[in-house]
């Protein structure tokens, strides 16, 4: 998944940063840690994603800034690789949103555009 992650920050064209904003974004077999870039479209909550699917039950609010794009195309790639396995041993059972599934459109298009050969459907129950 971290691959995957490091794919769609490129393709993404938004400056993405570590998780406090600041530096490099961790990518690693078991997290992956990011932030917006506070001088480039700004920075707001931290998403971070472990394997250690327990620790996952958190929210990341992005308030639509530019990274967004970024974090809803994880989302969206870590559900059509693992399914809603890596939520298991969370509060939750599937990905969840304030938002609705229109308002994912810039982070479904990224997956769209990087990973062609699969269907991006909405990782919640709609």
């Not at 794919?7 to 917006?36: H, M, Q, R, W, Y």
């Not at 920075?43 to 974090?71: M, P, Q, W």
């Not at 949103?97 to 769209?112: A, I, K, M, P």
């Amino acid at each position: 998944m971290s691959a995957d992650a490091a794919l769609l920050i490129t393709a993404s064209g938004v400056s993405i940063k570590g998780s406090s904003g600041e530096g490099e974004p961790v990518l690693i077999d078991n997290t992956i840690a990011l932030n917006g870039d506070e001088n480039k479209g700004g920075a707001h909550e931290s998403f971070i994603l472990r394997c250690d699917a327990g620790k996952n039950g958190r929210c990341c609010k992005t308030a639509y800034k530019l990274y967004d794009k970024v974090v809803t195309a994880i989302l969206i790639r870590a559900t059509q690789l693992l399914g809603s396995e890596y939520m298991e041993g969370s509060d939750r059972t599937e990905i969840g949103s304030d938002g609705n599934w229109n308002q994912w459109v810039r982070g479904r298009e990224l997956v769209e555009e990087v990973f062609p050969n699969n269907e991006v459907v909405c990782p919640w129950k709609i």
